[in-house]
């Protein structure tokens, strides 16, 4: 995402977003459905262009879904509008809320990770001495 301009000029074919993004064609055309993506042109013979505001909305879509957010909650986080000042706070309440729960699977994550590698320690221990 660090590549990319808050702009809304058309540059990308769904080929092109789709190797920026690691997302499928399908999914993307998916979210457009279903109207987590808004606001995609199209050229003179109809097809998808995308603007680096596309890209970074799918990017935050990819992110959200990936760290457990469910599609209507995701419309929600969306709907909510920016001008509003109370549904700002509700959206960063929202991410705030969620990154609580990462931070809790993470150093869940971590615990698990330091079992495993110490038991592994272990073994690489015991086929030293054999």
């Known amino acids: 995402m660090e590549n990319f301009k808050r702009?809304?000029?058309p540059l990308y074919t769904i080929n092109q977003v789709s190797q920026i993004t690691n997302l499928s064609k399908p999914t993307i055309r998916?979210?457009?459905d279903i109207?987590?993506?808004s606001d995609i042109k199209r050229d003179k013979n109809n097809i998808r262009l995308f603007t680096d505001n596309n890209v970074s909305k799918l990017t935050i879509?990819?992110?959200l879904r990936n760290t457990g957010f469910g599609i209507e909650k995701i419309r929600n986080y969306f709907e909510?509008?920016?001008e509003n000042t109370l549904e700002l706070k509700?959206?960063?309440l929202m991410l705030?809320?969620?990154e609580e729960l990462l931070l809790q699977k993470k150093d869940e994550l971590e615990?698990?990770?330091?079992?495993?590698?110490?038991?592994k320690l272990k073994y690489e221990e015991e086929l030293r001495n054999k």
């Open 7 to 9: 702009g809304d000029k």
């Open 30 to 32: 998916y979210y457009e």
């Open 35 to 37: 109207g987590l993506l």
């Open 61 to 63: 879509i990819q992110c």
């Open 80 to 82: 909510l509008s920016i």
């Open 90 to 92: 509700e959206r960063y």
């Open 96 to 98: 705030l809320e969620h």
């Open 111 to 119: 615990k698990q990770l330091n079992i495993i590698q110490n038991i």
